[in-house]
T-cell receptor, first 112, second 116 residues
Framework: EDKVVQSPLSLVVHEGDTVTLNCSYEVTNFRSLLWYKQEKKAPTFLFMLTSSGIEKKSGRLSSILDKKELFSILNITATQTGDSAVYLCAVWDGGATNKLIFGTGTLLAVQP | DGGITQSPKYLFRKEGQNVTLSCEQNLNHDAMYWYRQDPGQGLRLIYYSQIVNDFQKGDIAEGYSVSREKKESFPLTVTSAQKNPTAFYLC???????????????FGSGTRLTVV
C-alpha cells in the first residue's frame, strides 16, 4: 500500500531556531514530491521536487529529495512566529489514479 | 479570476441529516478531488473524478457520495451513514496528470462542517 509518513507529528520551537521536517514515502508510481504550508485554510504550495540531491530554496525555506532512500526534508532557518502552521508532504502517484498522497502533516508552533 | 469555489464556508448539521458541499471550478480542469482533514492532521482522500460522469472511491468513501455531471462541478454529499462527519473538507482540481505532478492541486478555501 502506498504511503507517506511525516515526522515529527508536532514541534514547538522558539523564534530564531532552525527546524528540520521529515517526509518518507513508499509510492510505487512516484512522479514528484510536494511540500505545502497550511494555516487554517487551503494549503499553499512551497516546493516541488523530482530529482535527488537538488536543493530547492525560497528565502529561509529549503528542501531536498533523496530518491534512493525515499525521503525528503524541509528546513526552515531563523524561524518566525509566522512560520507556525501545519506542513504537509505529498507525493504525486502517477499510476492509474493520478493523485496526491498526503502525509499526516507536521504541526509547527513557533513561540516568541 | 479562475479558481475553485467551495460553499458554504461553515456548515452545521444535525445528526441524521444529509448535507451537500458545493465545489465549482472555472479552470477547465479535468480532475477533481475531495479530501477530509481532521484537526492537526493531513488530508485523506474521499472521492476523486478524472473525467465527467466518472468517479472513484478514495481511502475513506464510506458515508459519502458524489456526482460529476458537469466538468465544472463536483458536489459532495455527507450522508447520515457517516458516523463522525465533523471535519474540514477541501476540494481540489488539476488540469492533467503532468500538470498535477509539477504543480500539485488548485485548492478551494474549504468547508468546515460541524455536527450539532
Amino acid at each position: 500500500e502506498d504511503k507517506v509518513v511525516q515526522s515529527p507529528l508536532s514541534l514547538v520551537v522558539h523564534e530564531g531556531d532552525t527546524v528540520t521536517l521529515n517526509c518518507s514515502y513508499e509510492v510505487t508510481n512516484f512522479r514528484s514530491l510536494l511540500w505545502y504550508k497550511q494555516e487554517k485554510k487551503a494549503p499553499t504550495f512551497l516546493f516541488m521536487l523530482t530529482s535527488s540531491g537538488i536543493e530547492k530554496k525560497s528565502g529561509r525555506l529549503s528542501s531536498i529529495l533523496d530518491k534512493k532512500e525515499l525521503f525528503s526534508i524541509l528546513n526552515i532557518t531563523a524561524t518566525q512566529t509566522g512560520d507556525s502552521a501545519v506542513y504537509l508532504c505529498a507525493v504525486w502517484d502517477g499510476g492509474a489514479t493520478n493523485k496526491l498522497i498526503f502525509g499526516t502533516g507536521t504541526l509547527l508552533a513557533v513561540q516568541p | 479570476d479562475g479558481g475553485i469555489t467551495q460553499s458554504p464556508k461553515y456548515l452545521f448539521r444535525k445528526e441524521g441529516q444529509n448535507v451537500t458541499l458545493s465545489c465549482e471550478q472555472n479552470l477547465n480542469h479535468d480532475a477533481m478531488y475531495w479530501y477530509r482533514q481532521d484537526p492537526g492532521q493531513g488530508l485523506r482522500l474521499i472521492y476523486y473524478s478524472q473525467i465527467v460522469n466518472d468517479f472513484q472511491k478514495g481511502d475513506i468513501a464510506e458515508g459519502y457520495s458524489v456526482s460529476r455531471e458537469k466538468k465544472e462541478s463536483f458536489p459532495l454529499t455527507v450522508t447520515s451513514a457517516q458516523k463522525n462527519p465533523t471535519a474540514f473538507y477541501l476540494c481540489a482540481s488539476s488540469s492533467s496528470p503532468g500538470q498535477g505532478a509539477r504543480n500539485g492541486y488548485t485548492f478551494g478555501s474549504g468547508t468546515r462542517l460541524t455536527v450539532v
